[in-house]
């Protein structure tokens, strides 16, 4: 069981972990990417990929998981649409930040992959902060090693299959899906698109996700169903398969998540990405991630806090289930 601080501990404490929450130890290496023994007793994992080298307009998203750290100190653990204590039923730690250099794409994922592998090794759920889209490749690796090909849900304003042909770069925040589905790291049939929009670079933009049998539902979906019809199909598709929830922001419409580096309007709004998460209630989490957030394009946090929420709509999620796993008399 874990026990966020309360108010006066946290401001006593100076520190700022997500949610309130304890933070890892140093393990038996002191600290070393890939040890497992910093996540031990830990049920849920947060951590933090201060990354934002792969992104092709404004940066921004590396600074993103202090911001969001700090903002999340004022969500309370009792969620009150799944009417338990998320924190109680996970216990849950703050696993700090991924350490990366900006100027090596390559060696971001090495330790993505082992530091994810270590808190899977522990028993642990990742929850990760980006950091810009291309933290999911090595995320989704280190997820597949474990569980093998995954279900997906992915809301975002795009596609994320691109490749090197458009900006020089095999590895950017617009290629995560591609890389998903090339390496086989989500099932087929599995992946479920969620607020898609603007313009297409040609005809064939959706061809990668339809050829994998992914379920499109496009941001005018939106303007005819709602977001508890929506999810339930999702869940009914993913049934007791193994999700990654993968939540870009620029999925929102910038009028309220005005703090990203490629806002496209027309976009869902807050309310409707946080009752589809919810009402996902029974799948099972093996993984999340929430990335895209800038704090320098954002106003007074709004992106931010809107980020906890949603990371907090996921840690629901993972309690429901291991509340069902396992029902308390």
């Known amino acids: 069981m874990t026990k966020q601080l309360s108010s006066f501990e946290y401001i006593r404490g100076g520190q700022t972990p997500f949610f309130r929450l304890p933070i890892a130890g140093g393990g038996e290496s002191g600290g070393r990417i890939g040890d497992p023994t910093r996540f031990a007793g830990a049920r849920a994992v947060i951590l933090g990929v201060p990354w934002d080298s792969g992104t092709t307009y404004l940066p921004g998203a590396r600074v993103a998981p202090y911001h969001v750290r700090r903002v999340s100190a004022f969500v309370s653990g009792h969620h009150p649409k799944h009417q338990l204590d998320v924190f109680e039923r996970v216990p849950a730690v703050d696993g700090g930040n991924i350490p990366t250099t900006p100027f090596d794409a390559g060696l971001m994922r090495e330790a993505v992959q082992a530091e994810i592998a270590a808190v899977c090794a522990a028993g642990a759920v990742p929850f990760v902060v980006g950091g810009d889209h291309s933290v999911t490749t090595p995320v989704l690796r280190a997820i597949h090693a474990v569980h093998g090909p995954v279900c997906v849900v992915h809301i975002d304003a795009h596609f994320d299959t691109s490749d090197a042909a458009v900006w020089g770069d095999d590895f950017n925040h617009g290629t995560p899906i591609r890389h998903a589905i090339a390496d086989g790291h989500v099932a087929r049939g599995g992946l479920f698109q969620i607020g898609l929009r603007g313009g297409w670079k040609d005809a064939d933009e959706a061809r990668i996700s339809l050829g994998h049998d992914a379920r499109l539902f496009p941001a005018s979906v939106f303007e005819r169903r709602s977001a508890v019809e929506i999810a339930d199909e999702i869940r ?59 704090p320098p394009h954002d106003h007074a946090d709004i992106t931010s806090i809107f980020a906890a929420h949603a990371v907090f709509a996921g840690l629901g999620l993972l309690a429901v289930s291991d509340a069902q796993a396992n029902p308390r008399p």
């Open 236 to 294: 009914t598709a993913i049934a007791d398969r193994p999700v990654y929830l993968t939540i870009d922001v620029d999925g929102v419409d910038p009028a309220f998540c005005p703090g990203t580096g490629t806002p496209v309007p027309g976009g869902l709004t807050t309310r409707e990405v946080l009752c589809l998460l919810d009402n996902l209630a029974g799948v099972r989490v093996v993984g999340m991630d929430l990335v895209e957030v800038s």
